[in-house]
């Protein structure tokens, strides 16, 4: 029996910069455009970010629709030349940042108590160079596309004596687990290159619809992300789009779904949920990729979230000389689904598939 779902032919129907130290000369007024063309020498500490989050950093208040506009009709050039939105910058790199239409400068946006007391409680791990979290649901790791404040934004905040604190890595807004944040330099291109060589291990816990057949071990399907117009990202499997390969393990089967570890070998946009739609179990709870009919029933019986969860990072961090496995408990609003689907005629049903 063949233990792998494989795309060899498949249709297209599947559905911050450290701006403290950039030579940014933006000074702009609210609803007056930029009046000329500026020129942005990237320093170390922009070094590897990607030029769309960089622009949207030293861009405050430009919609994120409107940075992927002016780098798709080139009007943002990097050393003369044009690129697309995912180019990491390198230090010495001269940006070209056209007129725009920006915000005044307003107060950085501060946390309030609440989620100030929940990003404390959520630290897995902390040292010098690293801090490790159990990201909620629901919490975006950065700012934009109308979202003023996310996970980094807010540590920022809380923590101003920090001079360096960056995103290693990021989960969607719905997916809640371990999250990666480096308070160095060095450990964040450490860090990078163990997720570039496969020296970064990610296992996440995740509730499909359906009865996922054991043998059923991995997908193997390309993945082509697209940018809609709104900024919106949307992924599909296509021959068209890059290798992308999640491992998967059967952990619990209940009446109609089953609960699944998913390892991605390869680190795409959406991967674990695609591939889970692909393979025709979608994760429960997913507006984009998933079964609308069975969301909203779900939802009615206090299945309010995307159920997926980042349940185990592992990797060698330099000072160590083993493998370190962080570990994120499921926060209570994944345990209530699982728990509920456990109990033998419980509040949660739904139909075999």
């Known amino acids: 029996m063949n233990d792998k779902v494989n795309a060899s032919a498949v249709s297209d129907t599947l559905p911050r910069a450290d701006t403290s130290s950039v030579s940014n000369k933006l000074g702009a ?52 030349g044009r690129v697309k939105p995912e180019y990491k910058l390198v230090a010495g790199d001269v940006v ?23 990003l404390e409680n ?3 791990f902390e040292n010098k160079e690293l801090l490790v979290i159990n990201k909620p649901s629901g919490l975006a790791v950065h700012g934009g596309s109308g979202i003023n404040l996310g996970v980094i934004e807010a540590f920022r905040a809380i923590r101003p004596d920090e001079k360096f604190l960056e995103l290693v890595h990021r989960l969607d807004r719905d997916t809640s687990g371990c999250l990666l ?32 057949p054991s043998h059923v071990r991995e997908v193997n399907a390309p993945l082509l992300k697209n940018e809609l117009k709104s900024g919106e990202r949307v992924v599909t499997v296509t021959q068209e789009g890059k290798p992308s390969l999640t491992k998967f ?18 680190g795409r946009t959406h991967q674990i949920r695609v591939h889970a739609t692909f393979a025709g179990y979608p994760i429960l709870g997913d507006e984009k990729y998933g079964i609308d009919d069975i969301n909203k029933d779900m ?10 969860h980042a349940a185990e990072l592992a990797v060698k961090l330099p000072s160590e000389r083993k493998v370190t496995v962080f570990k994120a408990p499921y ?9 509920g689907l456990s109990l033998a005629g419980g509040q949660f049903k739904g139909g075999e598939k």
């Open 29 to 80: 007024t609210e609803g007056v455009s930029s009046p000329k063309v500026q020129f942005v020498t990237v320093t170390e500490n922009n070094e590897t970010q990607r030029i769309d989050n960089f622009l949207l950093l030293i861009l405050k208040g430009v919609p994120k629709s409107k940075i992927y506009r002016i780098i798709r009709k080139g009007e943002v050039r990097v050393n003369k």
């Open 96 to 118: 070209r940042v056209p007129p725009v239409t920006v915000r005044t400068e307003s107060s950085p946006v501060k946390p309030s108590d609440k989620i100030t007391t929940l």
């Open 122 to 124: 959520s630290i897995i």
């Open 181 to 212: 944040i480096a308070k160095k330099r060095p450990m964040l291109k450490y860090l990078h290159q163990c997720l570039r060589e496969d020296g970064m291990k990610k296992i996440y816990h995740t509730v499909v619809v359906g009865k996922w």
């Open 249 to 266: 393990r059967l952990i619990e089967r209940y009446k109609g779904f089953t609960l699944v570890e998913a390892s991605p070998i390869t």
């Open 299 to 308: 939802k009615r019986l206090g299945a309010k979230r995307l159920m997926l």
């Open 331 to 339: 926060e209570s609003s994944f345990a209530k689904v699982v728990d």
